[in-house]
Structures are given as C-alpha cells and as structure tokens.
C-alpha cells in the first residue's frame, strides 16, 4: 500500500510480483533440497526401488508432510503447540552446523589433509558467483510484515517490561491513553530486537558452515554442503534428516507471504478481494503442485538460489528501499524549496510526535502528520545518496546473478 503511494500503481504491481516469485522460488530450493536430503537417508535404509528415486522422495514427502502445513491462513498455526515446531527448527539448525563442523574439523586435522589449496584471501573473480547467494542467505524480508502483525504487543525477547498498577481510575486512563500512544513504538522496538537477533544468529552460522566447509572441500565444496560427505556417515546421516526437517517447516512459512501478493495482485488487477474456503484450499494447491513440477525438473540447487537471490532479493533488499527514499528525499526537497509543510505518509499522526516527546504535535488517528519544513538540500542528503547506493548494488546484483547463470564465471 505504502509502495503504491510513494512511487504509483506500476511500483505496486512490480512489488506484488516480486513478493511472489520471492517465496515461488525459494520454495522450489526447498523441495529440492528435501530430495537432498531424505534420499540417502532412504537408499542406505532399503535399498534401490522406485519409491527411493529423487522424484518420488519429493513427492512423497512434499504430499503427505508439506501441503498440509500450507493450508492454516495464519504464520502462528505454523509454530506448533507452545513454539514445539519452531523450537525443533532452531535446535536442528545448530545439530546440522556442530554435526558440518565437527566432520570438517576431523578432516583438516588428518595426517593426509594438504593446505595447498586454501587461501586466506583469493582475488579471484570467482567470488563474484557468491554473491547472490549471500543475498538469496537473508530473505526474511517477505515474512516482516506478517511476523508485525502477529507480533505481541510487548515483546520480551530479551526482557519482559514491568508494569505499574495506576492508583487512581483518572490515572488508570492517563495511563491507559499513554500506553496506546506508546503501543506501536514499543511494538517496533520488538521488532528490531527480533530482526537483530535473527540475523545475527543466522549470520554466526552460516559463517561457520561456510568456513568448515571450504577448509574441508576448498576444490571440490558442492552447493549442497552434505553431499560431499559419505552417504553412509550416520553422523551425517542426522544432519540431512534435521536439514529436511528444516525444510518442511520452511516451505509454508514462506507460502505465507507468496499467498498474500497473490491477492493484492488480484486487487490491484481487477479491484475485487477475493477470499472463502475456495481461494484457501484452491491456491495451495496450485502453488505447491507448480513448484513441486519445477523442483522435479531442476535439480541444481545453486543455479536456483543464484537467480531467486539475485533477481527477487536483490528487488527486494536494495532496490526497492532504495526507490522510496529517493521518492521520499526529492518530495522533502521540492517542499522545502517551496516553503510548504511536509507531509509523511508513512508516519500515522501522532505517533512520531509521542516516540519524539512532543506534547503538542498530537493528531487524531488516521490523519496525516503535518509539520513545517526545515531547510533540506539533495545533494548532501545521507538519505539520497545511500538510496543511490543502494540502487547501484541491487542493479549489479541482478545483473551478475542473470549473467552468470547465463555463462559462469570461470
């Protein structure tokens, strides 16, 4: 909506599309790695037959185990009962990074291990492969809105806030009053303090992953990071049952978020909202057997995360945020050339006055927050140039990731 009213209808429709192929293809890299991962599991327990073929492992699963999750309209069904699922996925992640480190480890300190091909830095142009992957590696940008929504209105990830009892009823709507004015700041504050973690947590083990894995396999390292460990390693064997654990849990946790672009592109298309039991048992299984299709045909898993990290991401991470302030610098700069007020359409009234402190800048709920502009000049605005910045890293993003797909970079 936001995107719709700062940069136009054209904008809006883009964003939709690409906040559908986003999840699209991430849920592709999804199944495929799910055949990565239970199939040889299932071939060291029984053997050839035609039920332990890639296909049929994807399949299988991807009906019996991931369709169903994709039905409930809401990310908090997916959680399980009091957090069991999502604790399950965290507690997995970190089994699967000690489980890579711990074997890559027994590697390097083998007598018959040779450092001749690790380099501590390495300018090849070969790096250049990696990168839409770094970006494809935090795309929990889909899911933001919807984790808002849901999100409690006093989040204690860290700490729980005390509370006061009031000790009188005009207090207690003082209080009352006050608290609702401070209810989406604080709901913000949460938020950060759940992206921050997030990424950190993720950034830490992705990093010892990444690390673990080229000092074991510096030549030979596969997109995949398990496949380049014996089949027949229980350990191992472990870390591919979590990884596909994982991956049944990330697949509607990331339909979510596709399904919602899917009705705001029937709106913006037609103007109708569409809903009912049709559209929420129609559209899963639409979108489940479309990318089930896909992932039984592609199967390399790199080729998949370089052009949906690449393209959707780098839209997504750079492009998009960048559009916006560069929409919103020249619109504070043509009003302060102009002496007019300001309007901030991303601002609901009142609320930046109370996170400000301002007594006196109260507004009814709904209206827009006016005030009068200060002096502003473009070109030394940080706001305008990161936006450039960021215009320029996304556009080379995309086009390295579609370049390289095209011809690798050798």
């Known amino acids: 909506m936001q995107v719709g009213k700062m940069l136009g209808p054209a904008a809006s429709l883009t964003m939709c599309f690409v906040m559908f192929l986003y999840p699209f293809g991430s849920c592709i890299a999804y199944l495929v790695i799910v055949g990565d991962s239970f199939q040889p599991l299932l071939l060291a327990a029984f053997g050839a037959a035609w039920w332990t073929r890639r296909a049929a492992v994807i399949t299988g699963i991807g009906c019996t185990c991931i369709l169903p999750l994709c039905f409930p309209t809401r990310l908090a069904a997916l959680k399980g009962k009091s957090g069991t699922v999502s604790s399950l996925c965290v507690y997995g992640l970190m089994s699967v990074v000690g489980i890579i480190v711990f074997r890559s480890t027994q590697i390097v300190v083998s007598p018959d291990y040779s450092w001749a091909p690790v380099k501590a830095f390495n300018p090849s142009i070969q790096f250049l492969n990696a990168l839409p992957l770094i970006v494809f590696a935090f795309h929990c940008h889909t899911n933001i809105v919807s984790i808002w929504d849901e999100l409690e209105e006093h989040p204690s990830l860290f700490f729980r806030l005390t509370s ?45 992953v990444a690390l673990a894995g080229y000092l074991a396999f510096p030549d030979t390292a596969r997109s995949n990071i398990t496949l380049n460990f014996r089949q027949d390693d229980w350990l191992m064997q472990a870390a591919r049952a979590c990884i596909g654990l ?28 569409v809903g009912g039991r049709a559209f929420y048992a129609l559209e899963p299984l639409a979108f489940f057997g479309t990318t089930l299709a896909l992932a039984l045909v592609c199967s390399d898993l790199g080729v998949i995360l370089k052009l949906v990290g690449g393209t959707c991401g780098a839209m997504l991470i ?41 007594s006196g800048a109260h507004t009814p709920h709904g209206q827009q927050h006016v005030h009068a502009t200060e002096a502003f000049s473009l070109w030394w605005s940080i706001l305008f140039w990161t936006a450039i910045v960021l215009l320029l890293l996304g556009s080379f993003v995309a086009l390295l990731a579609i370049i390289t797909t095209i011809r690798p970079l050798s």
């Open 164 to 208: 006061t009892t009031p000790s009188s009823p005009t207090a207690a709507a003082g209080e009352d009053g006050k608290q609702q004015r401070q209810q989406k700041s604080e709901k913000l504050r949460g938020m950060i303090r759940v992206v921050m973690a997030g990424v950190s947590i993720v950034g830490v083990f992705y990093s010892c």
């Open 318 to 358: 750079f492009l998009m945020p960048g559009a916006l302030l560069v929409q919103y610098s020249l619109t504070k700069h043509r009003a302060s050339r102009r002496q007019q007020p300001l309007r901030e359409p991303l601002l609901p009234g009142g609320e930046a006055a109370a996170e400000a402190g301002d």
């Open 246 to 273: 994982i991956q049944i849990c990330a697949y509607p946790v990331n339909h979510h978020p596709a399904r919602g672009a899917v009705r705001d592109l029937i709106f913006q298309t037609t103007d109708r909202t």
